[in-house]
């Protein structure tokens, strides 16, 4: 195996050994072999993450800010994280489905106590400005009726949790 190959395996899959290891086993181990830098990987990594933020800038698509918001795992700084504020704006909030989709990744998909989540990243980092800005977006998002009662049931679950986060940071919005 190259190292171009590497490169685009790795790409494919999502820049993560895990689901390369899960996923492409064969390909796991001869890039294994090649003992790649970090820091390759991290340009790697920035590459993908550059072609997405240009791609959800001309589609609007949720499911790259979610993607995003996955690559980012690790690098979790300021740039980045206004990064991924500013490109919220850019999804297409067309359907309830993609409004509780973009709230549950800013609020994060974990428990609680696993600090997920652009609202946790913001404040663990000291940005809690942003951290206040991320749950009156979320408020938005999640502030939608339906007769779908599997959406109003996640709607709910999104309210007491965006609770638990305003409780546990002790943060005050308007």
């Known amino acids: 195996m190259t190292l171009e190959e590497a490169k685009k395996i790795y790409k494919k899959n999502n820049c993560s050994l895990f689901v390369m290891a899960r996923e492409d086993a064969d390909n796991y181990v001869l890039y294994e072999k090649l003992n790649i830098d970090g820091s390759i990987e991290q340009k790697w990594r920035m590459e993908v993450i550059e072609e997405l933020v240009n791609l959800l800038e001309e589609n609007g698509d949720g499911r790259i800010f979610n993607r995003l918001y996955d690559l980012s795992t690790g690098f979790h700084d300021k740039e980045r994280l206004e990064l991924m504020i500013k490109l919220i704006d850019k999804v297409r ?8 989709c973009i709230a549950e990744t800013i609020m994060g998909r974990k428990v609680l106590s696993a600090r997920s989540g652009m609202i946790f ?23 939608i009726q339906t007769d779908n009662e599997e959406d109003m049931t996640r709607v709910s679950r999104d309210r007491k949790k965006i609770k638990e986060i305003i409780d546990v940071l002790k943060l005050e919005y308007q």
């Open 93 to 100: 909030i067309e359907d309830v489905k993609t409004s509780l």
């Open 121 to 143: 990243w913001a404040y663990d980092i000291g940005l809690t400005d942003e951290a206040v800005k991320l749950i009156q977006k979320v408020l938005s998002l999640i502030n």
